[in-house]
């Protein structure tokens, strides 16, 4: 069985979508939490390993990692793009039983990653998929929501009955 990552060009992301672009300009820091949020939501419904990058010219200093909901984030060196340790992370991760994915609308990086032989996402692609995977959530909650007994008690209808009417002040 092939291990699934999903590399994630945070900063490219963030430009893409549209609420986190609009989050964004509000706040820089929820807008990359709110990215992390999502992205929690994806490795929980899929499985997938999940790593974002962003890149260190926006939060300068050493190269910095932390998990955060189950997910790998990196910022890069000072002198490092997402792009060109993304490039590096394919190559070191690639292997016979592994598949990687890399998220990002950068054209010039899904050309070099495919040809390392990663697959390509569009940030597009994925608030697409985002949007499905947050729709099947909603309805398995709702299903589960639906299945939960109003009473933690089985009653019969007859008794239900009789509490219904003493609730109500009926004899």
């Known amino acids: 069985m092939k291990q699934e990552i999903l590399l994630v060009d945070g900063y490219n992301v963030i430009g893409a979508w549209p609420e986190l672009r609009k989050l964004k300009l509000e706040s820089l820091s929820d807008a990359r939490d709110r990215l992390i949020e999502r992205m929690a939501e994806y490795k929980a419904h899929t499985g997938w390993r999940v790593i974002i990058l962003f890149d260190a010219h926006l ?31 394919v190559s070191e991760l690639s292997g ?40 099947l959530i909603t309805n398995n909650v709702k299903v589960i929501q639906e299945q939960r007994p109003s009473s933690k008690i089985q009653l019969s209808d007859e008794v239900a009955e009789i509490f219904e009417k003493w609730r109500r002040g009926l004899k």
């Open 59 to 89: 939060m300068p200093g050493i190269e910095k990692k932390n998990k955060k909901h189950q997910v790998e984030i990196v910022f890069t060196r000072e002198n490092e793009t997402a792009d060109e340790r993304i490039e590096k992370m």
């Open 96 to 135: 016979r039983r592994v598949q990687i994915h890399v998220a990002t609308s950068d054209m010039t990086e899904q050309w070099v990653i495919f040809a390392q032989g990663a697959l390509r996402k569009s940030a597009r692609e994925l608030e697409i998929e985002m949007n499905e995977i947050d729709k």
